[in-house]
């Protein structure tokens, strides 16, 4: 296969769903040998800031010398950008080979009733990948919650994260925040150190302390509070922690966890401080609060939750961000209604689009919603079309909000 088929090969699994378990994805990686018990790897599971994280671990371990994988999800711009090593995209070319191997297997498996979901897949290709590029590390991102979780395959990582957990994905792994907290909790190993955050809700705490007894870990708890920022500005903030001084380009005051829990993790694998502080520095991440533009002001950012729309409250917020007009486009599994409560009042106006994803939110439902928190509200059901009258619209002085899905991203861009 060549690059266009692998990808739309790996699409064209999308039709069996989301089936959590191990089962499946444990033969499917025997099958190809293997390749993940053979790189040394740190797990990544939470529900708002994986990405952030994962990628400064990844950085880290780069400029430490390592040759280091990373697996995330979504994409934007390019399906490579989730598979990278040393914070390169996989060649188009290295992704075809690799799909083209576990098609194979995949092919196999089905003849014995076996069926292999999309990101069962995407999961094996890049840890084979990592494997035969002769990664030292790979850093890798939970898909979704985490104990049936198709990265759950990692028998002992180095280090466990677990990053802020919300709601989210409720129909799955369950309504409450210790439901959820128990299933990213999965991933945690034996004797294998994990770090967290101090401003966890305290249920979700517990949980993770009690997982970490059970297993009996050693917990890094962080308190982001003491990380004191030095200079703050859009694109750059400077802070303090334990006596060192960071540089952050990834925007919104939630980052500064994100970094102190990969600083700590840095730590536990015995990275050099000096390494620590230019792999933060160099982490950027696409639609991330990532700014585009500059006359106007062109924000995109695809979080999609709660969570996620308090720290873009925040950002805007923080940064006395005016003349807002924002563009939005969501997942229908998504809580809608509560991200454009938090960010419909702050904008100026609100136009909502159906993004191309069979579990889109149609424009036309969004619209109800966001007429309540903002009456200068549109519905423009093409994305594209959407972006180009916004963006016509608007003035030097104007800021063109993207907001609500890493999918909406991938339709503009």
């Not at 990592?130 to 198709?150: H, Q």
């Not at 369950?174 to 128990?182: K, N, R, S």
């Not at 990380?227 to 952050?248: N, W």
Request: proline fraction near 3%; include cysteine; hydrophobic fraction near 40%.
């Amino acid at each position: 296969m060549n690059y266009k088929e692998s990808v739309e090969y790996i699409h064209s699994l999308l039709q069996f769903g989301i089936k959590p378990g191990l089962e499946r994805i444990s033969m499917l990686l025997s099958a190809l040998g293997n390749p993940q018990d053979k790189i040394k790897t740190v797990h990544i599971a939470g529900t708002n800031g994986k990405g952030s994280t994962s990628t400064h671990i990844a950085n880290i371990l780069s400029a430490a010398g390592h040759k280091t994988g990373l697996y995330t999800s979504p994409y934007v711009l390019s399906f490579c950008e989730r598979i990278q090593i040393d914070g390169e995209n996989i060649p188009e070319k290295r992704l075809a080979d690799a799909v083209t191997k576990v098609r194979a297997e995949i092919e196999k498996l089905n003849q014995n009733g076996i069926v292999i979901t999309e990101f069962e897949a995407i999961t094996a290709a890049a840890f084979l990948y990592f494997y035969e590029a002769g990664c030292e590390f790979a850093v890798i991102e939970v898909g979704l919650g985490g104990r049936f979780d198709a990265t759950n395959v990692l028998k002992s990582p180095r280090a466990c994260v677990i990053t802020s957990i919300s709601l989210d994905h409720t129909k799955i792994l369950g309504d409450t925040l210790p439901q959820i907290a128990f299933e990213k909790c999965g991933i945690i190993k034996n004797s294998v150190p994990v770090v967290t955050s101090e401003n966890q809700n305290n249920d979700v705490l517990s949980v993770i302390k009690k997982t970490v007894r059970d297993k009996n870990c050693k917990l890094t708890v962080t308190n982001p509070k003491n990380a004191r920022v030095v200079s703050d500005k859009l694109g750059e903030t400077v802070f303090e922690y334990d006596g060192e001084s960071y540089t952050l380009h990834l925007c919104g005051e939630h980052q500064i966890e994100n970094a102190v829990n990969a600083i700590e993790t840095a730590k536990l694998l015995g990275i050099n401080e000096d390494f620590i502080k230019i792999g933060i520095s160099k982490t950027e991440m696409l639609a991330r609060m990532e700014i585009i533009g500059k006359e106007p002001l062109i924000i995109r950012d695809g979080g999609h939750n709660e969570g996620c729309a308090k720290a873009l409250r925040d950002f805007i917020l923080r940064y006395k961000i005016k003349n807002i007009k924002m563009l939005v486009g969501m997942m229908a599994d998504k809580d809608t209604e509560k991200y454009l409560e938090l960010v419909c009042p702050l904008c100026d106006s609100v136009t909502v689009c159906t993004p191309s994803n069979p579990r889109a939110e149609s424009a036309e439902n969004l619209l109800v919603s966001a007429k309540k928190y903002c009456k200068n509200s549109f519905a423009v059901s093409d994305p594209k079309k959407a972006y180009g009258e916004v963006l016509k619209s608007a003035n030097k002085s104007d800021t063109v909000l993207l907001c609500g899905s890493f999918y909406l991203m991938s339709d503009i861009f």
